[in-house]
Structure formats: C-alpha cells, structure tokens
C-alpha cells in the first residue's frame, strides 16, 4: 500500500462526457502528479500540483483541467470525452526527500464507449 | 531535456535464469534514477532507486542495478528469476532542476517460463 488513494477505480462512460478522478496524497505529501497510461502511448505526464498551485504541465489536453485543493487531494477532470481517452490515470505523490521519487495510487481505469 | 531508453519491449526468461532488463538515459545534468515494477491491474512500486552515492544499488525482491555514467546506462537484474517476477518494469529518470517530474521509459514486461 502505497499511501496514494485514488477514486473511481473503475469507470465507464460514453463519449462527450465528462468525469472527475480523484487522489488523495501520502499523509504529509504537497505534491501531485498526474500520469495517463495507455497501450499507445505508455506513461505519460500529465499536470503536477504542489500545495494547491500548479507546477509543471505535460501532455494534458486542453479537455483535461486539474486542481488541488487546500486538504492536499486532487481531481481531474476529464471533458469531451473520446474514445482514445481510455486509459489508466495514475496518481502519484512525491517524498520529501531530495530524490524526488514517486509513489503511486493503484490508478482509475477509464473505459470510453 | 532528460529520456529514458528500454531496450527490449518483450523478455522472456526461465525459471531461475538471470534477469537483465536495459535501460539507457540520457540527462544533460546528473540524474536521479528508478526502476518501477507494475504488477497487473496495480500501481507503480519503487523497486530501487540511484541518488549519486553508490553506483550499485540493491533493491527490493532480490533485484539490484548499477549505474554506469560512461555507458549512460542503469540496467536492472536479478540473479535467478522467479515466478512471481512476472510483470511489466519501467526505467525512470528526473533531475534537481526538472520539478521533479518522472520521465519514464516504455516499459519492458518480463515473462517467466517454469
């Protein structure tokens, strides 16, 4: 168990869409990071959070917005959805030490139809 | 800019044979980097991670890597492979001055054959 907590763990919608992931952090965690993995494209960053303001921005598509908020948990959220938006979203909260090293949420499979 | 490389998408080994997984990075600065086991329908694990202290970094589960700045190279191995070391292995990298963020390698899944 890594500490990261995510909801849904699995989700199925219909295209044009919209739904909204959520993370909780490791206890004392500020960070959050966002990753989307598909068989395509392999793991790719997303957004990342720290303590409520945003940090660095990946390949997030404009359809996607994140946030988090003041209790450390974040959401995101995915719009107009399309069926290749099908993929595992992984949350993922950073240590406090100087390595940087992730840890992972077990991720919400979403599954567009 | 900081990229990771796995070379071999696919490995198959036999039960109790070595496992040697590649993985090659490339990082204008000097890098911090993982190897991540993804079991499935799982999260990311860390299995071990290089800080720039010992180039030989032992891990979880009986795997260890080593860290080769003259071949740019952090390839990951075990020396005799167990069933239940069948999963999917991403390589990982990040710099002090890259917000932290995990570039990842595509993975490599790893088969054991008893």
């Known amino acids: 168990d890594s500490g990261v907590t995510q909801t849904p763990k699995h989700l199925i919608t219909a295209t044009g869409q919209r739904v909204t992931l959520r993370c909780s952090p490791r206890?004392?965690?500020?960070?959050v990071y966002w990753y989307q993995q598909s068989l395509d494209q392999g793991l790719q960053f997303l957004i990342q959070?720290?303590?409520?303001?945003?940090?660095a921005k990946g390949n997030i598509l404009e359809r996607f917005s994140a946030q988090q908020f003041p209790d450390l948990h974040s959401e995101l959220n995915l719009s107009s959805l399309e069926l290749g938006d099908s993929a595992l979203y992984f949350c993922a909260s950073r240590g406090q030490g100087p390595t940087g090293e992730l840890f992972f949420g077990e991720g919400s499979r979403l599954t567009v139809l | 800019a900081q990229s990771v490389t796995q070379l071999g998408s696919h490995v198959s080994v036999s039960e109790g044979a070595l496992v040697l997984l590649r993985c090659n990075y490339s990082?204008?600065?000097?890098?911090?980097l993982f190897w991540y086991v993804q079991y499935p329908n799982q999260g990311l694990q860390l299995l071990l991670k290089?800080?720039?202290?010992?180039?030989l970094v032992k891990g979880i589960n009986g795997f260890e890597a080593e860290f080769k700045k003259s071949e740019t190279s952090f390839h990951l191995t075990k020396p005799s492979a167990h069933m239940s070391d069948a999963a999917e292995y991403f390589c990982a990298v990040t710099t002090s001055g890259s917000a932290r963020q995990l570039t990842f390698g595509s993975g490599t899944q790893l088969t054991v054959l008893p």
């Open positions: 959070y720290y303590n409520g303001e945003e940090r």
């Open positions: 990082s204008s600065v000097p890098p911090y």
């Open positions: 290089y800080t720039s202290a010992a180039t």
């Open positions: 206890s004392g965690d500020l960070s």
